[in-house]
């Protein structure tokens, strides 16, 4: 049965792959600029959307490290995380596993604790307004030295309250996992869970390296670790999951239409996929509307996207029995929602 797309919203979901400085909306990039005396290179809201025309991951790195730029204070990440989580409430997300990017800010001349602290205040107003349950993860800016990663860990290793998880994101091709591999084994000393990009532009061989050199729990976006078959066999077999982000990948021309988008087939081979939004608001889209591109474009019908939901919270860093509440709650709505299914 075809879902309705008020099924596809608000159906209970989790999201895990999520650039916080990727939810920072052109509106509020002028809002900010206004309040911190920020000259912007664009003259109008409709010239910044103008300027969102990617033509591959490093085109739109250069628009997203510039417009986060406008980000200075603790209220301006505050503000940022609280306008994402309000958002994320309209889309079904009950838990969000959220990604910040220190380096971006700490390069600027920001206090890594005034990031930390403007996000954490936000997430636990998220909890308390919206019942949006979170954690965050500190992304490492794999095209810059590892000496810079080893850094920023020191900073983190004074939140291990806040932060739960360690990843690594930016330019992908030639910034192979293997560069980082002290920081994420001492990352693991510390305590932190892994997780990585890697197979958005970069080959199989990075997933590998994300797997048996950092020991990432789980891969973001994954894509082309299904040009190989042995590699693909093994993620289905670890139930390694794959944070994929479709209307990411078509705005950053991973794949060239979203009928071929590779979902299905990662479906059809065993892998653990969840559908996250990745940089909603360069993107053209929140975690509900990915889920909704590729229904329409791949023909998903009711019982796929009650899988994915599912997949969802399987995928996620809450526990067991976090998960089986969350699995109840989507089962709560699917009898609500008094369509037949057939599980
Ligand atoms: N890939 C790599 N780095 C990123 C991305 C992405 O999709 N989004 C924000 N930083
Ligand atoms: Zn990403």
């Known amino acids: 049965m075809k879902p309705s797309s008020s099924f596809i919203m608000q159906i209970p979901k989790a999201e895990l792959h999520l650039h916080i400085e990727g939810t920072l909306e052109p509106e509020l ?79 600027r001349g920001i206090a890594f604790d005034t990031v930390v602290a ?49 990843g690594l994101d930016s330019s992908e ?7 980082f591999v002290q920081v ?12 990585a990009h890697a197979g958005e532009e970069g080959p199989a061989a990075y997933v590998h390296e994300a797997l048996d050199l950092l020991h990432a729990e789980r891969i973001d ?25 479709p209307l990411s990948n078509l705005k950053l021309r991973v794949i060239a239409d979203m009928r071929a988008h590779p979902l299905r087939t990662m479906l059809d081979k065993g892998l653990l996929v969840s559908i996250n939004s990745d940089d909603p608001a360069y993107f053209d889209g929140y975690v509900g509307d990915n889920y909704q591109a590729v229904a ?23 526990t067991q029995e976090e998960q089986q509440t969350a699995f109840a709650k989507i089962d709560a709505f699917v009898a609500t929602e008094k369509i037949p299914s057939r599980d």
Do not use: W
Request: hydrophobic content about 45%; overall charge negative; proline content about 3%.
């Open 29 to 107: 990039m002028f809002a900010l600029a206004k309040r911190n005396g920020i000259a912007l290179p664009y003259a109008s809201i409709d010239e910044i959307r103008a300027a969102y025309d990617f033509g591959n991951l490093q085109d739109f790195l250069d628009v997203y490290y510039q417009g986060a730029a406008v980000l200075q204070k603790e209220e301006d990440f505050y503000d940022l995380t609280f306008a994402y989580l309000a958002k994320a409430q309209t889309q079904g997300v009950a838990h969000a596993e959220i990604f910040f990017d220190p380096e971006t800010h700490t390069a």
């Open 118 to 166: 403007g996000i954490s205040r936000a997430l636990d107003a998220g909890r308390t307004e919206f019942g949006i349950t979170s954690k965050l993860i500190l992304c490492f800016l794999r095209h810059l030295d590892a000496s810079s990663a080893m850094a920023t860990l020191e900073d983190a290793a004074r939140h291990t309250g806040a932060i739960f998880a360690v």
């Open 173 to 179: 091709r030639g910034n192979p996992p293997s560069k």
């Open 184 to 195: 994420f084994a001492k990352a693991r000393e510390l305590g932190f869970h892994v997780t």
């Open 221 to 245: 976006h994954g894509n082309h670790a299904l040009d190989d078959e042995a590699l693909s066999q093994e993620l289905a077999r670890r139930q390694i999951p794959l944070t994929v982000c």
């Open 296 to 318: 329409d474009a791949l023909d998903l019908d009711q019982d796929d996207i009650i899988m994915l939901a599912k997949n969802s919270f399987r995928s996620s860093f809450l």
